[in-house]
């Protein structure tokens, strides 16, 4: 998604580590309008799927899940990492590993809003080690639903994930995928199977 | 907003001790066609107040605030209340009752991204004490920016939230209001001078 691709490179930070940092529209500043069109592609590239929920994690994942499950007209559930005051009953709960305490997070969501009749799309930020998203299939797996696709926003393919979610035998598509942040760079794959240009956006309505 | 009302009288749970749970399509589950609508309830209220920047909190409050942010075609920040790796910069930090773990909970937002030249509208799911609203007002204090409204999703009266935020000296629109939870009720303000009815959803796009 060439948008996507060059607001990256525009804002984006490199860290090192393998760190980036898009912060600017799309882990705490929102450009709703490039969300937006964020969710339409996903949307597009599942359309044919027949997906029917879409599950995601709190917190990042909730902006591009949402406008995916709308272009989608499907709901949205997000594994929650903090258990509110209000849920009582019993949750499906995987773990997977924190990324902003150490550790382990856990992940949970109700079985109240997801059956084994769902087609389920997973969407997230980042696929990076996979784990979160392997944590959120295998939910959908304790539920009886069927995983039919996995979609990220950006996907760093050093760090393994597509080969962590291998198991899944799923889908998985990136709006972006980045092969290298080595020398402080920002590395894109060359020309990504799925990759075209879209309409160019701003902050809040598209152009 | 009409529709809201009747969405929280089918599926709203009234769990006792002031708490509702409307987990089905706010707080767990998403109704991305609702939540536009509601997006775009919110933007309505606001039109005419130059807003520039949607101020919000994780989790919660990231969907209406991002649909409102779309209607509005300005972009959204949401308070951070984990300190993600990526945050190396000093930012601005308030803190406000934790609802999830008791005690208090850090609210983070980067100067880079709030500037004093900002018309805000903060958004977020419940009015109940109104100290988280607080909270965020008194980060757009910090950054010198004009706070210019608060919207939220559901307001409950009886917790008392916009005595506490009178000293903010600004609109405060609910798009539902609560009166009272109690005998296992759930009961609306007559007929609040906002309320209107608009057309109905279902899940996904609008009807």
Redesign the interface.
């Known amino acids: 998604m060439e948008v996507l691709k060059q607001r990256i490179l525009a804002e984006g ?1 490199n ?1 090192g580590r393998g ?1 980036l ?1 898009i ?3 799309l ?7 490039l ?2 069109a964020m969710g339409e592609e996903i949307a597009r590239r599942f359309a044919d799927d027949r997906v029917t929920l879409i599950l995601t994690a ?2 990042s994942g ?2 591009p899940a ?2 995916a ?2 272009a ?7 594994a ?1 990492k ?7 009953e019993p949750v499906y709960i995987e773990t997977a590993p924190s ?3 150490g550790g382990e997070t856990h992940l949970m ?2 079985p ?2 997801i059956h084994e009749t769902d087609r389920i799309l997973i969407v997230d930020d980042f696929l990076a080690s996979g784990k979160t998203l392997h944590a959120l299939a295998r939910i959908v797996q304790h539920a009886g639903a069927e995983l039919v696709g996995i979609a990220c926003v950006v996907e760093k393919t050093f760090e393994g994930g597509r080969a962590f979610l291998a198991d899944l035998n799923v889908r998985i598509e990136a709006l972006a995928t980045i092969v290298s942040l080595e020398n402080g760079g920002i590395q894109f794959a060359d020309s990504a199977p799925t990759a075209r240009a879209v309409a160019d956006s701003t ?3 598209l152009a």
């Open positions: 930070k860290l760190i940092k912060d600017s529209f882990n705490h500043r929102l450009d709703a309008g969300m937006v709190e917190v909730i902006a949402l406008t499950g709308y989608l007209g499907v709901p949205v559930v997000y929650r903090h258990k509110p005051i209000t849920m009582k990324h902003t305490k969501v109700s109240e809003f902050d809040g309505r």
